[in-house]
């Protein structure tokens, strides 16, 4: 008879990517995982392979649910410059207060340790990047077509900084910056970008 599962996979994934985003997959081992899960090594093998593996769900899981409907939602935001303020100001906001407050990116975490360059977790990694990216540029076209860019900006430049600084946003709120300092410094950035009508 085939091996029937007494637990629920999706459930299982989910918390697992709670344990790794609060408390970093690398430094989490899978003593804890079957500690947070209630499940055998056994099972947690068996279903979603080692590791690597096990962490390479989590990311992708935490890219559809977490990342992707944000993106999806900025890149199809036509207000220019105010929806890529309004992504900042809600993504300052989730990572400073609320319940996954200081917790960081799970993606943005993991870029800082030694399993990002895995394969399997590479390939994630570069896949968030590009989604975040493509979705500042299209917003970046917006503005352009808004005529609230400064002449003569680089948006593929500019799409590229706007995704670093989402990257520090994450980084320093995970390291207890607060909110004011990390929106200024988004507003700074933003400021480089703007013709002087969409400063004022």
């Keep these: 008879m085939p091996d029937v599962k007494h637990f629920d996979p999706e459930r299982t994934l989910d918390q697992v990517v709670a344990l790794f985003w609060q408390r970093g997959a690398d430094t989490t081992g899978i003593a804890d995982v079957v500690q947070a ?15 690597a593996q096990l962490q390479a769900a989590a990311l992708g ?10 993106f999806d939602a900025l ?3 036509e207000r220019g410059v105010p929806a890529i303020a309004a992504f900042f100001e809600r993504l ?15 993606v943005t975490n993991t870029h800082a340790t030694a399993s990002g360059g ?4 590479r390939s994630i990694l570069d896949r968030h990047h590009d989604t975040l990216r493509a979705a500042m540029r299209a917003a970046l076209e917006a ?15 500019a799409a590229e900084a706007l995704t670093l600084q989402a990257y520090a946003v994450n980084l320093r709120s995970r390291a207890g910056a607060e909110a004011a300092v990390l929106l200024a410094g988004v507003r700074a950035v933003l400021d480089g970008f703007t013709t002087p009508e969409e400063k004022r």
């Design 37 to 51: 899960t209630g499940l055998s090594r056994s099972s947690l093998y068996a279903t979603f392979g080692g590791k």
């Design 61 to 70: 899981r935490y890219l559809e649910r977490q990342s992707r409907p944000v």
């Design 75 to 77: 890149a199809a935001d």
């Design 92 to 106: 300052v906001a989730a990572r400073c207060s609320g319940e996954h407050a200081r917790w960081g990116c799970l």
């Design 118 to 121: 895995l394969p399997e977790i």
């Design 143 to 157: 503005a352009r077509a808004a005529g609230q860019l400064r002449p003569g900006l680089d948006l593929e430049g």
